[in-house]
Nanobody, 119 residues
Framework: QVQLVESGGGLVQAGGSLRLSCAAS????????MAWFRQAPGKEREFVAA????????SYADSVKGRFTISRDNAKHTIYLQMNSLKPEDTALYSC????????????WGQGTQVTVSS
């Protein structure tokens, strides 16, 4: 069974930066996709960014393009989310997830790490 553990959240002023980490343990195959999602209070969970492990290709939500970067460390089975130019509307619980590439749904989720951006 795969386990995902996020870290790196915190409180930051608008315009600042944070880097989130998501460490995966268990059976990780090259043909997987790992992603970041976020959920703000009273709102639906939304997609932020994804990375296909074997190709390294990435995708982003329009709201974070140009500000956020998803990356990986192969040896550590870890993905990162570098968040720059943060805005108050980026405040949310950020969670990582993993699925077989091409599958419709993500199989495993982390507990999440809180990001709060003050104005």
């Amino acid at each position: 069974q795969v386990q995902l553990v996020e870290s790196g959240g915190g409180l930051v002023q608008a315009g600042g930066s944070l880097r989130l980490s998501c460490a995966a343990s268990g059976p990780i195959f090259s043909t997987t996709t790992m992603a970041w999602f976020r959920q703000a209070p009273g709102k639906e969970r939304e997609f932020v960014a994804a990375l296909r492990w074997n190709l390294g290709s990435t995708s982003y939500a329009d709201s974070v393009k140009g500000r956020f970067t998803i990356s990986r460390d192969n040896a550590k089975h870890t993905i990162y989310l570098q968040m720059n130019s943060l805005k108050p509307e980026d405040t949310a619980l950020y969670s990582c997830a993993i699925k077989p590439t091409g599958a419709a749904a993500y199989d495993y989720w982390g507990q999440g790490t809180q990001v709060t951006v003050s104005s």
